[in-house]
């Protein structure tokens, strides 16, 4: 079975993606920041939690070397860390923007240049994790809707460049119920879209198309996938 690694797999769509691979017998690499609590719920012999940052270069090297060293090469990398910080340009804290910077662009380049040569060689699959803001621009979200533009042209640079050596997918989800809006601290944003995004997608959604992606035929790829809340039903 295939060796897939997945960042952000602590929670929302990182963590159900794995228990769903998980369940079908894949090996499975989760990697966080903090993985104490992935310790437990993950304890199966498929199944590795590897604490990183993938903000952090050397940790994103070290972090795949135990990824090999336990499942073998990687087949398939999953790039789930991101975050959002809503908030007005005029006032965003320049810490905000380097953050969302640092972990939705440069940590998603990370990986991609740490595992690019194996993918290459074992014609593997990347999986990046855009969203419906890397199509359209929203009020209060620019710098946000900047680093999700980024993923995605990365993403297509990699399906221009790499077509006969790398398969890659996008999946742009609308609003997901996760934790996702906590990082928000403009407290009339957060109030304003709390609600709007615990309306969302269930994250199992989100897995489901991640595994579909997975395992569709290899003669065929899904460029992209973009999936949202159908609003009729709310």
């Known amino acids: 079975m295939k060796h897939i690694v ?6 929302g769509i990182g963590k159900a993606t794995a228990h769903q691979l998980l369940q079908k017998g894949y090996r499975v690499s989760l990697l966080s920041r903090s993985i104490e609590s992935m310790n437990v719920e993950f304890s199966m012999e498929n199944a590795q939690c590897i ?9 994103v090297n070290q972090a795949f070397a135990k990824c090999r060293a336990s499942f073998g090469p990687i087949d398939v990398l999953v790039n789930n860390a991101g975050l959002g910080v809503f908030d007005r340009l005029t006032d965003g804290s ?3 923007w380097h953050t969302m910077v640092d972990t939705n662009v440069k940590g998603v380049l990370n990986t991609i240049h740490a595992a690019l040569p ?36 990365l993403s297509e640079s990699i399906r221009i460049e790499l077509a006969k050596e790398v398969r890659v997918t996008t999946i742009s989800p ?14 009339e944003l957060l109030s304003e879209y709390r609600d709007y995004f615990a309306a969302g997608l269930h994250p199992d959604l989100i897995a489901q198309n991640i595994v579909l992606a997975i395992e569709t035929d290899e ?7 973009i999936i949202r809340p159908n609003r009729q039903n709310k």
């Open 51 to 59: 604490a990183c940052d993938v903000r952090d270069y050397n940790a």
């Open 219 to 225: 003669s065929a790829v899904i460029s992209e996938i």
């Open 6 to 11: 997945i960042t952000g797999a602590s929670s």
């Open 174 to 187: 609308g609003a997901v119920n996760t934790a996702f809006i906590s990082q928000t601290h403009n407290e």
């Open 94 to 96: 320049i810490e905000d």
């Open 118 to 153: 194996e993918l290459r060689s074992r014609k593997g699959h990347v999986i990046n994790l855009a969203s419906v803001a890397a199509h359209h621009v929203f009020p209060n979200s620019g710098v946000y809707c900047s680093t999700k533009w980024a993923v995605a042209a």
